[in-house]
């Protein structure tokens, strides 16, 4: 029986994967900062929680050490945990960004670290990073998430060459518009009150936009799908697009210039 380590299972995509592998027959490593909120993913069958926060070097190693102690071995890693900064550039401060860099890329980053050596040694394992659409295209008042997609697509696509010789492969997911908490709980909003009268009526537009995509999008489920797809390919493809609008849009992005695919944006905006 394989086992899967999962970051930020407490809900949404996370949360998706750890049932759905529990279902095809997995052990789940569940782990998200607080355990004491979850009750639904205990109650299943070979689905065990650790907490695991991504910021924090020792909780990532006292994790992984009482998952290989519990489960004995681990197989795949999906890099889940992270969450959406979307506003005003202005308006931010070095805190804010560093912190969505902290989890975004630097979390993944140790994550997907912690797990190498024991992936090295038994020469297999699989690790699955989940990116965005927004990994290899933009949209406006998202430009510090996608500076974390955009280095999480990077540091991954860099990293298969040196682990591929040893047995590990990469996977990058790239879901599109997805009904999760990023649009919501998860979602942390920048703007101040002085720079209304520069950004308000931009950010109107935009705003309307990207909730209407919030709302009108699938499920998670189907990211989930995608994940286990990947975690069972034994191929070297690198990316799976999953969910409209990126299974539209990033294909357009590779066919269009920068200028046409900018006025393709700017038009769904209504700008």
């Not at 809900?11 to 027959?25: C, E, M, T």
């Not at 994550?111 to 990116?131: D, N, S």
Request: with cysteine; charged share 25%.
């Amino acid at each position: 029986m394989k086992t899967v380590l999962i970051t930020g299972a407490s809900s949404g995509i996370g949360k998706a994967a750890a049932r759905l592998f529990a279902q095809r027959g997995w052990q789940v490593a569940a782990t998200m900062r607080n355990l004491a909120k979850e009750t639904e993913l205990k109650q299943l069958p070979n689905v065990r929680l650790y907490a695991l926060d991504v910021t924090n070097p020792t909780s990532i190693s006292q994790a992984v050490a009482d998952v290989l102690r519990d489960f004995g071995g681990l197989d795949a890693l999906v890099n889940n945990a992270g969450y959406g900064v979307d506003g005003v550039f202005e308006a931010m401060s070095d805190e804010v960004i560093e912190r969505q860099f902290n989890t975004n890329v630097l979390g993944l980053m140790r994550c997907t670290r912690a797990v190498i050596p024991l992936f090295r040694q038994q020469g297999r394992g699989t690790i699955i990073q989940i990116a965005s659409m927004g990994g290899r295209i933009t949209f406006p008042l998202y430009s510090i998430y996608h500076a974390t997609k955009w280095a999480v697509e990077g540091f991954s696509e860099s990293l298969q060459y040196e682990l591929e010789p040893h047995g590990i492969r990469v996977k990058i997911v790239e879901p599109g518009a997805i009904k999760t908490d990023f649009y919501d709980r998860s979602r942390e909003f920048i703007m101040r009150d002085d720079l209304r009268p520069a950004y308000g009526a931009f950010v109107q537009k935009v705003e309307k936009v990207s909730q209407d995509a919030g709302a009108k999008a699938v499920g998670p489920e189907v990211v989930a799908d995608t994940i286990l797809r990947a975690a069972t390919d034994d191929s070297t493809k690198l990316r799976y697009p999953v969910a409209y609008p990126a299974t539209m849009l990033l294909p357009l992005r590779r066919l269009t210039s920068d200028g046409v695919f900018r006025k393709v944006v700017k038009s769904s905006y209504g700008l």
